[in-house]
C-alpha cells in the first residue's frame, strides 16, 4: 500500500487542523492506521491508532481530548483532527499501515508499521 499525507500547514495555537492520509489499493481495511509525529530534535513518536474496523481508537495521553483519529474504509482515507493545538505539537506527522493487526486491534508502536507516508509538516504558532 501507498501512503500519502497532508493537510499540514501552519497555525496559531488554539486553532484546528485536519491531516488526512490516502491509500492506494482496494485492501484499505486490511490495515490498521497510525498517526506518528517527529518533532525537531526528537524521535517519533505515536499520536494515535484506529482498528481496521474503526471501532476502536488509542491515543497518546498529550493529545487524548483534542485530537481525533478516524477512518473510511469505501474512500480509503485516514483523518486526524487536531483541535486546542499547542506549540508543542509542531511536528512532522506521518501515517502508517499495520499489516498484520487484527480486525478490533490497535497498534502504539512503530515497529509494528510496515508501511509509511512521506509526511507532512505542523507548524503551531504560540
Known amino acids: 500500500v501507498q501512503l500519502q499525507a497532508s493537510g499540514g500547514g501552519l497555525v496559531q495555537a488554539g486553532g484546528s487542523l485536519r491531516l488526512s492520509c490516502a491509500a492506494s489499493g482496494r485492501t484499505f481495511d486490511w490495515y490498521c492506521m497510525g498517526w506518528f509525529r517527529q518533532a525537531p530534535g526528537k524521535e517519533r513518536e505515536f499520536v494515535a491508532s484506529?482498528?481496521?474496523?474503526?471501532?476502536?481508537?488509542d491515543y497518546t495521553g498529550s493529545v487524548k481530548g483534542r485530537f481525533t483519529i478516524s477512518r473510511d474504509n469505501v474512500r480509503n482515507t485516514v483523518s486526524l483532527q487536531m483541535n486546542s493545538l499547542k506549540a508543542e505539537d509542531t511536528a512532522v506527522y506521518y501515517c502508517a499501515a499495520d499489516r498484520d493487526a487484527l480486525w478490533a486491534a490497535v497498534s502504539t508502536t512503530e515497529t509494528s508499521y510496515d508501511y509509511w507516508g512521506q509526511g507532512t509538516l505542523v507548524t503551531v504558532s504560540s
Open positions: 484506529i482498528s481496521r474496523s474503526g471501532g476502536r481508537t
